[in-house]
């Protein structure tokens, strides 16, 4: 899976990419991700990226020709969906997350200010997604959010293939939440592990863990 972020703080997210999981998969080629700083394309001369609102109110808003030719770079060499983060897009579910795997390439729009002009949404996003019923300062937490998440369900990017198949909302847990977990020692100020975990019997561990589905 190749990602390509656009955006206008780069190094926001470059050091999440730097470490744990997602370093490994990158890595080792499971996935890669690229970065274009759309103020790169602004043709003003002083580079700039936003200007007011037509019929007034507050704030900023992303002008048209950076984000035309930024997104237009980017499709040259990426053929995966242009998808704009915004929080009137579409919640992003376990079931997107999963349908987002058939692609081999993605293009994540991470918005600022505002937002963007809307003549852009219209001529070149394919989908837009949230990751919630909230504003954030911009796209990029929402996009590293999106990489991690698909990463996870790319064959090769964890160390253990399970661990993807029995995370919360997947269909071996029946798309319920995940059970509790517990780990050594069995006591921790007076807390004990459930006797069941520590039988050795697979049969009613699994027991166990159905019924504490959540």
């Not at 969906?81 to 081999?104: A, C, E, I, M, S």
């Not at 003549?119 to 999106?146: F, H, K, Q, W």
């Not at 991690?148 to 847990?173: C, N, P, W």
Request: aromatic share 8%; hydrophobic share 35%.
């Amino acid at each position: 899976m190749h990602f390509t972020v656009l955006t206008l703080f780069p190094n926001l997210c470059k050091s999440y990419l730097s470490d744990s999981i997602l370093k490994r998969a990158i890595s080792k080629g499971v996935v890669s991700v690229n970065f274009l700083n759309i103020r790169d394309f602004s043709k003003d001369k002083h580079k700039k990226v936003d200007d007011t609102p037509y019929g007034g109110g507050a704030g900023m808003v992303m002008t048209p020709q950076p984000l035309y030719d930024c997104i237009k770079a980017a499709k040259s060499k990426n053929k995966g969906p242009v998808v704009f983060l915004t929080p009137q897009g579409k919640t992003l579910t376990h079931t997107r997350v999963k349908n987002y795997t058939k692609f081999d390439e993605m293009i994540l729009l991470c918005g600022r200010y505002e937002g963007i002009d809307q003549r852009i949404r219209d001529m070149l996003v394919d989908e837009e997604v949230s990751i919630g019923n909230y504003v954030l300062t911009g796209g990029e937490l929402p996009a590293l959010v999106m990489i991690d998440a698909i990463t996870r369900q790319v064959k090769g990017a964890l160390g253990a293939e399970e661990s993807a198949e029995y995370d919360s909302f997947s269909r071996k847990l029946h798309g319920k939440k995940e059970y509790p977990h517990y780990t050594k020692p069995a006591s921790f100020k007076g807390k004990e592990v459930p006797e069941v975990l520590r039988s050795g019997n697979h049969a009613e561990i699994e027991k166990w863990r159905e019924k504490h589905l959540k």
